[in-house]
Nanobody, 124 residues
Framework: VQLQASGGGLVQAGDSLRLSCAAS????????MGWFRQAPGKEREFVAS????????YYAGSVKGRFAISRDIAKDTVYLQMNSLKPEDAAVYYC??????????????????WGQGTLVTVSS
């Protein structure tokens, strides 16, 4: 299984960015997909996820209303649209795939496959 994340970069506060994660080596439609992030000196935290059924979606409170997760089954790709970015959103963003039970859909422990991460920097 490979998860290739891309789309990170340096943006200003208030800007938008879309992250992509291309999956291979798995039956994409059968896996829940998630985005997590880790800032320097902090633990990895949940950002957003969606179940293999395509819905519902789940979001951390800090990004709800600003970020949107989606998936393209035909392209085996999951996206994270990030709007109204804030300096506190700066982190390395990781995509993940797994078959979590519902109680783990927002936890790193629910996902067994991880991408390499893509860096998002937000200047104030």
């Amino acid at each position: 299984v490979q998860l290739q994340a891309s789309g990170g970069g340096l943006v200003q506060a208030g800007d938008s960015l879309r992250l992509s994660c291309a999956a291979s080596g798995l039956t994409f439609s059968r896996y829940a997909m998630g985005w997590f992030r880790q800032a320097p000196g902090k633990e990895r935290e949940f950002v957003a996820s969606l179940r293999y059924s395509g819905g519902p979606t789940y979001y951390a409170g800090s990004v709800k209303g600003r970020f949107a997760i989606s998936r393209d089954i035909a392209k085996d790709t999951v996206y994270l649209q990030m709007n109204s970015l804030k300096p506190e959103d700066a982190a390395v963003y990781y995509c993940a795939a797994g078959t979590p039970i519902i109680s783990e859909i927002m936890k790193p422990s629910g996902f067994g496959y991880w991408g390499q991460g893509t860096l998002v920097t937000v200047s104030s």
